[in-house]
């Protein structure tokens, strides 16, 4: 097997690979690579195994240079998972060798895979996370049924008797970027920039979807959904605090997966969370099936496993002083701070 990066005259073989593999995820398609790209300057090497002229496997990565935590490779940034697909052995091995190769050349402190199955061939393994996948294939009805005598069906009430609505579109970006900014503010994490939004609208229109809860007027829930073959992904969501109360999430939540069911898609994507975390529980109890997430490694210079959780006790007082920055001043740094976190 020939391992070579991706080249313009190779994008369409590519594409066709992707779409051809029920292992593709919304990670390998070119617009993500696009919006990562052009929102913050890290350099893709996205990598071909051939066979001749066929495309055998292939293994996204981006190389990032980030004054806070180093030279890294990673897969994925900023989603859940999306790492190898291999639809054969040496294809796979042949691109983890040229993963570490690249990791040496380039003095990075580790490559790091994010997937759904195990990778193996020496990678040493870190399971922190899952996702949750809920089918859709027995329709909104009877997914609602199944919600009976829990706090779903009663959020969901709650909100529509308190006068919420939902409206959608890709044109309510800024309305997502405001909302989106203020939560992560008072969790005490960065955010992206309004522009990150606009490019995903930009490089995915066919994929994305913007729905927004409003309540007296003002935009007080958001939500970002992306789709990649039979699978709706719940990018980011958020409500503001302060309408906590009125169940705006569990609304758009509830909206999102109805619609889903209506466009004939087969799964729901609500994204990762740590085991037996808040955001754990709240996605179990949309009887939603915990998917393990596979997190790899190549250690270069050996070490410890990377760990950019917020759980992670050494940024306990970044978290406390960002919680009480002001808006101005977090969306003045937020931005520089996430393009590090992938």
Known sequence: MDVVLLTRDWEEAWQRFVEASPQATLAHLLGWRNVVQKTYHHTPYYLMSLDGHAIRGVLPLFFIRSPLFGRLLVTAPYLSHGGLIEDHESAGAALVERARQLAREQKAKYVELRGLERVGRGLVLKEKYCTFLLSLDVGPDVLWKRFEGGRVRTAVRKALNSGLIVERGLHLQESLAEVMSRHMRDLGTPFHRLSFYQR???????????????????????????????TIHWLHGAGLREYRSLAPVSLLVWEAIRSSCERGFAYFDFGRSRWDSGTFF???????????????????????????????????????FWKRLPMFAAKALGPWIIRDLP
């Open 200 to 230: 995903i609208a930009e490089e995915l229109p066919h994929h994305s979807e913007i729905l927004m809860a409003k309540y007296n007027g003002r935009y007080i829930g958001a939500v970002l959904l992306v789709s990649c073959k039979d």
């Open 282 to 320: 709240f996605k179990r109890q949309w009887r939603a099936q915990p998917v393990p997430l596979y997190y790899e490694y190549h250690l270069t210079s050996g070490g410890n496993l990377p760990d950019m959780d917020p759980t992670n006790a050494s940024f306990r007082w970044a978290i406390a």
